[in-house]
């Protein structure tokens, strides 16, 4: 099985019947030339990348953006038109007074597998205690999180927050907590694979393509700033495949994955056996 865990519906055809929040997404996500698929579309480019499920992202900006980019409802809508395809994921604002109990009716009524929060876009390090009953309530769940970690494209975020070395504390207090840093962490991908050497409750995905092309960029990281041994003999069991999408496209990005030297049976775990673990068997 091929998952793609790093994918934001943010346009897709079936929640944007309102221009106004479409041009809301725009603004927020800082994406602008891309149409609005509808889910033929997205079937297809899933069949041309090879992939199988795709992990749908949403980002709850309640407190500083007046709502979220995708709600949890209209991630629960997308997922119940193709549930065979779509897992998906929950946001809240940590903000937010109602953030607990919108995150308690995600994981039960809704049925989202996990939770996505973004610290450079609301400025907070992930030891902040106004988290602590978020943490609570995804270990009370087994759920895990996907932080965004490293540069973030989107207007008004600071990389310093997301820094791989601030989730140290969290990943060594919490270690039956899974989370994944996002992006790999980059440009810091050296303090990434520390903390997954040192924490096997720390995952990390490949949605990253910041310069060049798709194999050049996953050449550089995953051959070079790390050696692709690193991953292929030690941190084989905590590598996603990422892609990112709608900003970089999953074709290219899946296709880079085979020009790394990893063996066949690392690059299975990358494609979908990690996800796997990382779901806690939810699927």
């Known amino acids: 099985m091929f998952i793609d865990m790093h994918v934001h519906p943010d346009f897709y055809y079936s929640i944007n019947d309102d221009e106004d929040r479409l041009e809301f997404r725009h603004r927020v996500m800082n994406i602008h030339k891309n149409g609005t698929p509808p889910l033929k579309h997205i079937f297809n480019q899933m069949k041309c990348a090879g992939l199988d499920k795709l992990c749908l992202l949403p980002q709850d900006y309640t407190t500083i953006e007046g709502a979220a980019t995708v709600t949890n409802e209209e991630i629960k809508k997308i997922v119940d038109q193709a549930p065979d395809k779509f897992i998906g994921f929950a946001s809240v604002d940590p903000f937010d007074s109602n953030a607990c109990e919108k995150l308690?009716?995600?994981?039960?009524?809704?049925?989202?597998?996990?939770?996505?929060?973004?610290?450079?876009k609301q400025k907070y390090y992930p030891t902040d205690k106004i988290l602590?009953?978020?943490?609570?309530?995804?270990?009370?769940?087994?759920?895990?999180?996907?932080?965004?970690?490293?540069?973030?494209?989107?207007?008004?975020?600071l990389a310093k927050y997301s820094r791989p070395i601030e989730f140290e504390e969290l990943a060594a207090n919490r270690p039956k907590l899974r989370i994944c840093l996002a992006h790999f962490g980059w440009p810091w991908v050296q303090e990434t694979a520390m903390l997954m050497l040192k924490y096997p409750n720390v995952y990390a995905d490949t949605g990253i393509l910041y310069f060049d092309n798709a194999i050049e960029f996953y050449t550089q990281v995953f051959t070079k700033d790390i050696p692709s041994t690193w991953i292929d003999r030690s941190l084989r069991h905590q590598v996603m495949f990422g892609s990112d999408n709608p900003r970089f496209e999953q074709i290219r990005m899946a296709e880079a994955l085979n020009h790394l030297g990893f063996r066949e049976s690392t690059l299975e775990l990358i494609r979908g056996k990690n996800a796997l673990d990382f779901l806690g068997g939810s699927l």
């Open 104 to 120: 308690e009716k995600a994981f039960t009524d809704l049925g989202l597998l996990g939770l996505k929060l973004n610290p450079s």
């Open 132 to 157: 602590e009953p978020i943490y609570d309530i995804c270990e009370k769940y087994d759920k895990p999180i996907i932080f965004h970690s490293g540069l973030s494209w989107e207007p008004g975020t």
